[in-house]
């Protein structure tokens, strides 16, 4: 990729040129966790946020991150990369992996690989946000139960690559994974809330989604503001009759659905707009000035 600037294990490469091991078990197993991150003012948004779930995810895979790639050395890493990008916002991930090891699950490897790739911030057309994006349906197999295990943000993206896929295919923009048994999750790479009754919903954690920090600053925001909001699963038959629906993502924030298959809903509504503005005043809140 030609406009992104690669840090591998302390070094920096042009996009082009980075090249980790193929025995690197990142590669060969999914083996990693990874964080991906937006700059506001160039300053990473929500590092805490996001450095937390890193070293919670690493401790769920019992990936040893090592004194030195504590907070401070991963977040030197990270400006300097940052550093290596000419525009003033930037995309950001960075991911560890367990290392270079030997073809086996369990055999030895060495320390952790760690990669951190930055590049210009691309958002999302104002379009998109005034008159919102289309979902499509993505039943997961009965054998896959959740898709995802929401304990970590891991390498395995299976089941985001075939919902994006299968949502390209059906002209819309983003995939909704629902399970075999009707329960909506998440997006192949948002958090999904719904609007009923006035009252903001989304799946709890426990439903099998991942824990977006985007999604834990909605919840915080409508609690500031005063909007009920409730984590309670949503059943299939629920699109039917919701009011607004909207997405979340680090790097795309709050993006209102005006479909999902055939079901419209039409502009963005007045939850989901209260939703956007309280969230962009957040952003730069964080950030200070
Ligand atoms: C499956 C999944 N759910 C939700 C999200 C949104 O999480 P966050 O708000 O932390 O970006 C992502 C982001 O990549 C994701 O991959």
Redesign the pocket.
Known sequence: MHDAVVQIDGRLYAGDEARISVFDRGFLFGDSVYE?LRTLRGRPLFWPEHHARLVASAGYLSLELGPGLDEAALRARIDETLAAVPSVEKYLRVIVTRGVGDLSLAGPHGPPTVVIIARPLTLLPAEVYADGCALAVFRLPATDVTG?DPRAKTGDKRT?VLAEAAARAAGAYEGLRVTADDRVL??A???FFLVRGGVIVTPPLAAG??A????GQVLGLARRLGLPADERPIGLAELDTAEECFI???VRGVVPVCRIDHRPYGPPGPVTRRVMAAYAARMAESVGP
């Open positions: 991906v995802l985001g998440e997006g790479s948002s958090t989604i991942l977006g920090i985007t999604r979340t993502s680090t």
